[in-house]
């Protein structure tokens, strides 16, 4: 057990290293930069349309009288965070610093 905790604590030595951290997380933050401006431009069409969907959808008899504006807001900050995150990965994984052959 002993050489078994010295191996962890080993390993987690050279993961903290500054090379092994830059390489991790530089491409990462540049895709969730990269993801973030998208999204920021590109934010009012996705909430109107996502709105206009959450409205469209929901049956008029019994959502009358309830403001949806809400709704369309939630489903939009889901959808966004729910497209963007594997985007932010997949941009992360195919930039020079970890290519493809190399994430795995």
């Known amino acids: 057990m002993d050489r078994v905790i010295k191996a962890v604590s080993g390993a987690v030595q050279s993961m ?6 830059a ?5 990462m933050a540049i895709a969730l930069m990269l993801w973030v401006a998208v999204g920021w431009l590109a934010w ?3 909430n109107q349309a996502i709105q206009a ?3 469209a959808w929901m049956p008029e008899s019994w959502t009358a ?10 489903l939009a900050l889901m959808g ?3 497209a963007l995150a594997p985007l932010v990965i997949v941009t992360s994984c195919s ?3 970890c ?6």
């Open 80 to 82: 966004a965070v729910i």
């Open 16 to 21: 903290v290293h500054p090379i092994i951290l």
């Open 23 to 27: 390489v991790m997380v530089v491409p």
């Open 99 to 104: 290519s493809p052959c190399r994430c795995s």
């Open 53 to 55: 969907y959450a409205t």
């Open 44 to 46: 009012d069409a996705w």
């Open 65 to 74: 009288g309830w403001d949806l504006a809400w709704l369309g807001l939630v």
């Open 95 to 97: 930039s020079p610093p």
